[in-house]
């Protein structure tokens, strides 16, 4: 069966610093895979997804950016961070573009 | 522009009171519309896919039903345990990624 980890659950960082949230998926080929934000009381945004290794869409253009070295592999990435950047991190994974998603465990980042 | 509107925001229930929650949708050619269960610091969980009008699916206290405007889903008899916001998201022809709803905040009290 399939498996989504993300890692860390919670993070706290201070401003200007940098960030890597990392995500992998098993039990599968060729996922696409996608970063999403959720801000209290707001929806779900799409930040970034990758339909393979080293294709990646930007739905929003912001402090971040997202890589994936791996076939199962999906890493987000900011140089340096800013108090908007605060907010719960999801990583998601469908086996065909913008079909069911399974979401991974989240992480909660603080920018203090 | 695809739009996906959830109601109530917050809906509070005593244990065993059925009750309903609304997705309504303006999209352009619906592929596919999806409820979503998310539990306080935990990632949505698949729940339910509908694709046409008319078709509804079922998993233990909860239904889902479609028409070409809006979903619902019904809650019967709902326990503590079913307290959680709920999300509902499209996919429209075009192949853009999915839009979601804000959730509705369901507490079950017992």
């Known amino acids: 069966s399939q498996t989504i980890h993300q890692w860390p659950a919670t993070l706290v960082q201070p401003v200007g610093s940098p960030l890597s949230l990392e995500c992998t998926v098993e039990?599968?080929?060729?996922?696409?895979l996608y970063w999403y934000r959720q801000a209290a009381g707001r929806g779900l945004q799409l930040l970034f997804y990758?339909?393979?290794?080293?294709?990646i869409s930007s739905e929003v253009p912001q402090n971040l950016s997202a890589s994936r070295p791996q076939d199962w592999q999906f890493i987000l990435s900011s140089k340096k961070l800013l108090l908007s950047d605060s907010g719960f991190y999801l990583c998601?994974?469908?086996?065909?573009?913008?079909?069911?998603?399974?979401f991974g465990s989240g992480t909660q980042l603080s920018v203090l | 522009e695809d739009q996906v509107t959830q109601s109530p925001e917050a809906l509070r229930l005593q244990e065993g009171e059925s009750s309903s929650l609304n997705c309504s949708y303006t999209?352009?050619?619906?592929?596919?519309l999806f409820w979503y269960r998310q539990d306080p610091g935990k990632g949505p969980e698949f729940l339910f896919t509908l694709y046409s009008a008319g078709e509804e699916k079922e998993k233990e206290r909860l239904k889902a039903t479609l028409t070409k405007k809006e979903s619902f889903l019904h809650i019967t008899a709902p326990k503590p345990e079913d307290s959680a916001t709920y999300l509902c998201?499209?996919?429209?022809?075009?192949?853009?990624?999915?839009?979601f709803g804000k959730g509705t905040r369901l507490s079950v009290i017992a």
């Open positions: 999209v352009s050619g619906l592929r596919g």
């Open positions: 039990g599968t080929s060729n996922p696409n």
């Open positions: 998201a499209v996919r429209n022809s075009g192949n853009t990624p999915l839009v």
């Open positions: 998601a994974w469908s086996v065909l573009r913008n079909e069911k998603l399974f």
């Open positions: 990758s339909v393979g290794i080293g294709q």
